[in-house]
């Protein structure tokens, strides 16, 4: 079962990959960086719904996902505190958060409701670091929320609010300076990090938290 799993991923994959090839060569080559950018951001919450489905829910094994008070913005702009882990809907693939409504008996099927990102504006938590206290603020997208997690000319993304001990696995998206933020992938961060050596190598070896942080210690 799980070779034939493979090869079906494996086939999947190739026809995208033929199809994202022909319809780049429609494309006259001076339009091409603007055509992959847009064609980067119009997929980003697609991959993100993809990867929930496919990598996070079925098993992350290492990626710390803790409980904190979340200060959660509500479209409404009603606010209030959420105390819960991140968590994933095993039908609809998106992260969502457990407000528990203490006013509420344990046996009220109202007592516990699910907080998704497309009904929220922000999210946020306070980090101690070192004495040092701020807060990790996390943007809704269709799908999960992406925390900032490194800032620098290249900033990173991550679809859970944890800035500790972080790598590669962490990371879903990237956005240089005050630019769109886009799905994180090789095509897409390799033209920013090929000018610095070093953070090339880390690139190669598809170790993207360290290409990108050393990319950013490099060009402060």
Same mark, same amino acid.
């Given at each position: 079962?799980?070779?034939?799993?493979?090869?079906?991923?494996?086939?999947?994959?190739?026809?995208?990959?033929?199809?994202?090839?022909?319809?780049?060569?429609?494309?006259?080559?001076?339009?091409?960086?603007?055509?992959?950018?847009?064609?980067?951001?119009?997929?980003?919450?697609?991959?993100?719904?993809?990867?929930?489905?496919?990598?996070?829910?079925?098993?992350?094994?290492?990626?710390? &996902?803790?409980? #904190?008070?979340?200060?959660?913005?509500?479209? $409404? *702009?009603?606010?209030?505190?959420?105390? !819960?882990?991140?968590? %994933?809907?095993?039908?609809?693939?998106?992260?969502?958060?457990?407000?528990?409504?203490?006013?509420?008996?344990?046996?009220?099927?109202?007592?516990?409701?699910?907080?998704?990102?497309?009904?929220?504006?922000?999210?946020?938590?306070?980090?101690?670091?070192?004495?040092?206290?701020?807060?990790?603020?996390?943007?809704?997208?269709?799908?999960?929320?992406?925390?900032?997690?490194?800032?620098?000319?290249?900033?990173?993304?991550?679809?859970?609010?944890?800035?500790?001990?972080? &790598?590669?696995? #962490?990371?879903?998206?990237?956005?240089?300076? $005050? *630019?769109?933020?886009?799905?994180?992938? !090789?095509?897409?961060? %390799?033209?920013?990090?090929?000018?610095?050596?070093?953070?090339?190598?880390?690139?190669?070896?598809?170790?993207?938290?360290?290409?990108?942080?050393?990319?950013?210690?490099?060009?402060?």
């Amino acid at each position: 079962m799980q070779k034939l799993y493979t090869a079906v991923t494996l086939l999947l994959f190739g026809c995208l990959a033929h199809f994202k090839a022909s319809a780049q060569a429609g494309v006259p080559m001076s339009l091409r960086p603007d055509y992959n950018r847009m064609m980067g951001n119009m997929n980003m919450n697609m991959t993100m719904n993809q990867m929930m489905s496919q990598r996070w829910y079925y098993g992350m094994p290492g990626l710390a &996902n803790y409980k #904190y008070d979340f200060k959660v913005t509500m479209k $409404d *702009g009603t606010v209030k505190v959420v105390t !819960s882990k991140i968590y %994933a809907d095993t039908t609809t693939h998106k992260s969502y958060l457990i407000f528990v409504n203490k006013d509420l008996k344990r046996s009220d099927p109202n007592r516990e409701t699910r907080v998704y990102p497309s009904e929220t504006v922000k999210i946020s938590r306070e980090q101690v670091d070192f004495e040092k206290k701020f807060d990790v603020e996390g943007v809704p997208t269709d799908s999960c929320w992406l925390f900032k997690v490194m800032k620098g000319k290249i900033n990173a993304y991550s679809h859970l609010s944890e800035v500790v001990d972080l &790598n590669e696995a #962490y990371l879903r998206a990237f956005q240089t300076g $005050d *630019g769109p933020i886009q799905k994180l992938d !090789s095509a897409a961060l %390799a033209p920013l990090v090929k000018e610095d050596p070093k953070a090339f190598k880390a690139f190669e070896k598809k170790n993207y938290y360290k290409a990108i942080d050393k990319y950013n210690s490099d060009h402060q």
